[in-house]
């Protein structure tokens, strides 16, 4: 399975029956409870790194991708847009990038 694969399958979830899906009952919550989600999941895989637990990090990982392909979801955001945004600071170093910001 691809990133793609499963931002396709949330999308599809965008008009299923909240009592069919998980990621229809997270999206049926709204946007911002689909970031607080993403957020959580976040937090528990900052844990992970610092406690060093490499197969918990893996799961906690694979949550947060999860989680932030739902709340892009939740706000009309395509997978593609976002790896086209990677796809452009690839043009430039990162620290080009960084100093463009500012």
Request: charged residues 30%; contains cysteine; hydrophobic residues 45%.
């Amino acid at each position: 399975m691809t990133l793609q694969d499963l931002f396709d399958t949330i999308e599809a979830r965008k008009t299923a029956d909240p009592d069919s899906s998980w990621t229809a009952q997270l999206l049926a919550k709204g946007a911002e409870k689909c970031a607080e989600k993403f957020g959580e999941e976040a937090v528990e895989a900052i844990i992970e790194a610092v406690k060093g637990d490499r197969a918990a990090l893996t799961s906690e990982a694979a949550d947060v991708l999860y989680h932030l392909l739902v709340m892009l979801a939740a706000r009309d955001v395509t997978l593609d847009a976002v790896m086209a945004e990677l796809s452009h600071r690839q043009e430039q170093s990162g620290l080009q990038e960084k100093a463009s910001r500012s």
